[in-house]
């Protein structure tokens, strides 16, 4: 690969002047996010977990199946990934808490149209074709007697949930339903509620649906949510949370005596959710939050005096531990409260390779615990590494130039800005790519750096310090984890402290669909644009971007290897094998490749070769390395590959 440094700014043709006055009307950087084709978590788990089989733990006794009895409840809160299987008999909704906007409770059950795989359904996306999409089933629940009693319809028998158009998610439009169902004695499914989408999000509504008629009242009663929906793959989002299904409840009461965590706790830095720990001690203080913050909702129909403690462990060492205050704090009926909790030092920590903080979050009511005490507490790690990162590593969507508005044959930048605080090596760019809806596998494009913007700070001009060849993008996951692509720089670049730049230019508009993370890195204020993100077409970089931020990072310090195991998402046929591994003269594929390159643990092409089944590796000197394969369809793959000299 060849090392490009650039400091001289291009001038535009005539043409394209003109073209500048004529769109000057236009919004400058005409970029957006766009909904994921798949889910990328429920693929990397299918993938660490291959065996995996969501088995419904409801019993048989003596051939009949036993059912729940009430009253019914689950607000999703104790589940990852799928629906707790004692209590729902499918798995096609997706529990987390990245789409939801201020749930009830920490996290959801999310309807969309992929399927329990994290896949479209039928492997098709076609938004001008309706059907069905996410369903939740419920285990058959006991509504025929209680202790010998028979149910009657005079015991007021209600389901509520609460439910999200929307969210974090993609657009609903009017032809797009979620409904709810029930089943009857005989075994048929009735609607008994229903809503049509919406193009924006609104907050959580509470709906109560009582049971009024006698044929519901039975031993194998099931309730039922689904949705008739464009296939439009991980978008027109749905989310439920908090469902209850009891007796003895009156309809005029809609609230519930409960209180819960809603948020996870926000990042203990300032301005990131990760950066270098090297980097941060050199001013610990100058980079840490001065709290936590995070919200707290109030079910009940009246005020409630909540008390909050957290702990925290850096590398296993005890950081913080605070008692529940003495004087409680007041959180109103029905509402919900962003509670803060003081900063703790984790500098002077011996390992500053890698630091995690490990952090626990509590609530109670003036010491008392709640009948409802697993939606009280929260736990999670943040890790501080070799990187700077804005995001929390999860992507809600993608992003890129607006391939629809743009004029297809123009060029576009993107270009992210980071204060570096030590002089230190820039040895890699990570990005995280999403599978688009549109296929751009084999499109190209061109990682920069800069060490200015024309016109961003005072920049006189781009002053482009770094340039990559044209590559494509990689789709990847290591160790059964969807994570980033890692770019190892061809070059030593020692940046000393100051504002840089990373990003790419594209030769014409496509979106590129790197992730978007909707929530901004667990920042206090999410609903914001990164004012650090900048696009540029037509000569000038604008900062009109979407709320949210950019999955992309840098990498500072000694060259290391980056997402060990690293291999792309398998497309139309399994991960190819190449063997022998380790290997001495030959590296086999088992079948033909387009395109195959060796590189080096720095990123350098050590070898190329065409419409080969195989790479001659008798004169590489011995090491580790990556091969990376692309077929007639330009799909691509990466393997690790041992070489011993001969």
Not at 8 to 32: C, D, E, H, P, R
Not at 125 to 150: C, H, M, R, W, Y
Not at 229 to 238: C, L, P, S
Not at 291 to 308: E, H, M, P, T
Request: charged share 20%; proline share 5%.
């Amino acid at each position: 690969m060849r090392i490009k440094l650039r400091c001289l700014l291009m001038l535009k043709s005539t043409a394209l002047s003109w073209l500048i006055v004529l769109l000057g009307n236009v919004a400058l950087a005409q970029v957006a996010t766009y909904p994921l084709e798949r889910n990328a978590s429920l693929e990397a788990f299918h993938h660490a977990n291959p065996d995996y089989v969501f088995q419904p733990t409801a019993k048989y006794k003596f051939g009949t199946r036993d059912t729940l009895s009430l009253p019914f409840f689950d607000d999703f809160s104790t589940s990852t990934l799928y629906p707790d299987s004692s209590k729902w008999l499918n798995n096609q909704v997706y529990v987390n808490n990245q789409f939801p906007i201020f749930p009830p409770t920490l996290n959801v059950a999310t309807f969309d149209v992929l399927n329990a795989q994290g896949l479209p359904y039928n492997n098709t996306i076609n938004k001008d074709f309706i059907g069905a999409g996410d369903s939740l089933i419920s285990q058959p629940v006991n509504l025929e007697e209680e202790a010998g009693t028979p149910y009657t319809v005079a015991d007021s028998l209600i389901l509520s949930f609460y439910y999200q158009p929307n969210g974090n998610g993609y657009h609903l439009n009017a032809e797009d339903k979620i409904m709810l169902w029930f089943k009857a004695a005989n075994g048929l499914w009735f609607s008994v509620w229903s809503k049509t989408g919406v193009p924006e999000s609104q907050d959580f509504e509470q709906v109560l649906v009582p049971i009024l008629d006698p044929n519901y009242l039975h031993k194998g009663f099931q309730f039922m949510f689904t949705t008739h929906t464009r296939q439009v793959a991980n978008a027109n989002h749905w989310h439920i949370d908090y469902v209850l299904l009891d007796k003895d409840r009156d309809r005029a009461v809609q609230t519930h005596d409960d209180y819960a965590i809603q948020s996870t706790p926000t990042s203990l830095l300032q301005t990131y959710w990760a950066m270098p720990y090297e980097h941060f001690s050199t001013s610990p203080s100058t980079f840490m939050a001065d709290s936590v913050k995070f919200w707290i909702s109030n079910l009940a129909g009246v005020d409630k005096r909540l008390q909050v403690r957290h702990e925290a462990f850096a590398n296993g060492v005890q950081r913080a531990n605070t008692l529940f205050a003495a004087n409680s704090n007041n959180h109103l009926a029905e509402g919900k409260k962003q509670r803060n909790l003081a900063a703790y030092d984790i500098s002077n920590i011996a390992n500053t390779g890698e630091v995690e903080v490990k952090r626990l979050v509590e609530v109670t009511e003036q010491g008392i615990p709640n009948d409802i005490r697993v939606n009280d507490t929260i736990q999670f790690t943040q890790t501080l590494h070799d990187y700077y990162a804005y995001d929390d590593g999860s992507a809600e969507r993608g992003f890129g130039f607006d391939q629809n508005t743009n004029p297809s044959n123009i060029e576009g930048e993107i270009a992210y800005g980071f204060d570096v605080v030590k002089s230190d090596t820039l040895y890699a760019i990570a990005t995280y790519f999403n599978q688009a809806v549109f296929d751009v596998s084999r499109n190209k494009f061109k990682y920069r750096i800069w060490k200015e913007l024309s016109g961003v700070n005072g920049g006189e001009g781009d002053s482009i310090i770094y340039e990559s060849e044209e590559m494509t993008p990689t789709y990847s996951i290591a160790n059964g984890v969807r994570t980033f692509t890692p770019f190892p720089l061809d070059t030593t670049l020692v940046l000393s402290p100051g504002k840089y730049y990373i990003g790419w230019w594209q030769g014409s508009m496509f979106n590129l669909n790197v992730g978007w993370d909707m929530n901004y890195g667990n920042t206090q204020n999410p609903q914001r644009k990164n004012p650090n993100l900048f696009a540029k077409i037509f000569g000038q970089w604008s900062n009109d971007v979407p709320d949210g931020t950019l999955m992309m990072r840098p990498h500072f310090g000694s060259s290391r290897e980056l997402y060990a195991g690293v291999f792309d998402f398998e497309k139309s046929f399994a991960t190819p094998l190449v063997y022998p591994n380790p290997a001495k003269t030959v590296v086999n594929f088992g079948k033909t490749f387009d395109d195959v390159r060796l590189l080096n643990m720095q990123g350098q092409e050590v070898l190329f070769a065409q419409n080969v089944s195989s790479l001659n590796v008798a004169e590489v000197q011995s090491g580790t390395y990556f091969i990376k394969l692309t077929n007639n369809a330009g799909e691509q793959f990466t393997s690790r590959i041992s070489i011993i000299a001969p």
